[in-house]
């Protein structure tokens, strides 16, 4: 991102001081050199919390580093800022502490940004703020770009975004957030691990990308003379390892879907899909409230606040079916609904009837209109049950009402978290649902699903009764930290070249 004018002026000087110390003093602050950091700012602040104002512990030698986000130079004193990826912390420099010959070098040649390496002793100042009396110091790595205004200051969405190192910088929030969101990824792990389940790899790239109704991204492999597509899920891959008797398997790994970006969705993004042979969908119902309960306790608590809504986790989850949803928040009930033809109509009647083809079943209008009268209501955790056979051509069907599946979508605060099914092991009702997905693609529906002939094969060879679950990670990280938007809680965020 290009500099403004007053930037660019620092940024100069700067390049110029670098330039001056390797030929003035002989100094390269890049050399291949490490600093033997023994102990951390916030491990510093634990231990020495008992020192009283004007308290020093000069038998105490501190050994650490970071860098200098503040400096104020007073004559014969100088005071620092020194923070690194724990905490901040004061520094204070002394010409008779350092002797006169690193006190220059420390006025004429540190800057903000800079890090170095400290050793000296803590004391807490008159008025109360714990603090390093430096006896030395070394110039580790010079930054000549300058810091963000104020080096607190970065507010700029596009900035932060684009150049997540000066945000980090900045923001010692957005730190926060990308270490609970490991915590959150490491209790899964634990959970999962802690029922037997296997943490398994399987491909990002292949000639088929199956798993979801989604676009894909193209690729073209030069070897094989091949089209590939990035993997939209890992389902049909991880049904293969349990056809394969590997037992319980999950995975926790990016997926890639050709789609719009918004403050829920990004094309790359970070989902688990877990399946557990000989169970259903209402143990992935008890997995899902375990995990997301555990992740919430491993970074604090189980009272969240997400856009100004307040829930308590430790709450059993709702649950209710699609058509519930429909006839409790859109006044039309779809057990009174007799042909396709009166489920266009109505959709027509409510006002939805412009997102409509006019060949869509009543199944296909009541999912409708479960999207655009029901989903944003669903605040309170809800495993939604119920879907249509038609739209979930994973997922087996209920022995009672064959029209409909038993699968489950979590909602939290209006938005979809997880997606499970009791998955669909008869290969011969499978075979027929791809073959319906087929006829959809043809007909022009991008998102429709892939016929996946060697999955048709997998389950030929036997796939036990299985119950799987896929979950947003990202969306459960927003969720649990209160982060805005799907960037707050990704390192790096798909963006548009800046110009």
Known sequence: MPLDNEENEVFRQRKDKLMRLRTEEGYDPYVNETWDREITLEEIRKKFDYLEPEQEAKDCVIKTAGRVMTIRRQGKATFADLADETSRMQLYFQLNSVGEKEYDFLKKWVDTGDWIGITGYPCRTRRGELTILITEYKLLSKAIRPLPEKWHGLTDTEIRYRQRYMDLIANPDV??????????????????????T??????????????ANARPFKTFHNALSLDMYMRIAVE?????????????????GRNFRNEGIDTMHNPEFTMMEVYWPYCNYVDMMNLAEELIRNAAKAIGTLEIEWNGTKLDLSKPFRKMTMREAVKE???VDFDLINSDEEARRIAHEKGIGGELKGNESKFAVLNL??????????????FLIGHPTEISPLSKRDPENPDYTHRFELFMFGKEVANAFSELNDPIDQRERFEEQARKKAAGDDEAHVFDEDFINAIEAGLPPTGGMGIGMDRIVMFLTGARSIRDVILFPTMRPAK
């Not at 730190?175 to 037997?196: C, D």
């Open 198 to 211: 296997l943490e398994v790899e399987t491909p990002v790239l292949s000639v088929l990308a199956g798993g």
């Open 175 to 196: 730190r926060e957030i990308f270490r609970k969101r490991s915590k959150i990824i490491s209790s899964f792990r634990e959970t999962l691990e802690s029922h037997g």
């Open 369 to 382: 209109m479960f999207e655009a009268f029901c989903e944003e209501k669903l605040i309170e955790p809800t």
């Open 236 to 252: 049909l891959y991880l049904k293969r390892l349990v056809v394969g008797m590997m037992g319980r398997v999950y995975e926790i």
């Open 329 to 331: 928040y859109a006044g």
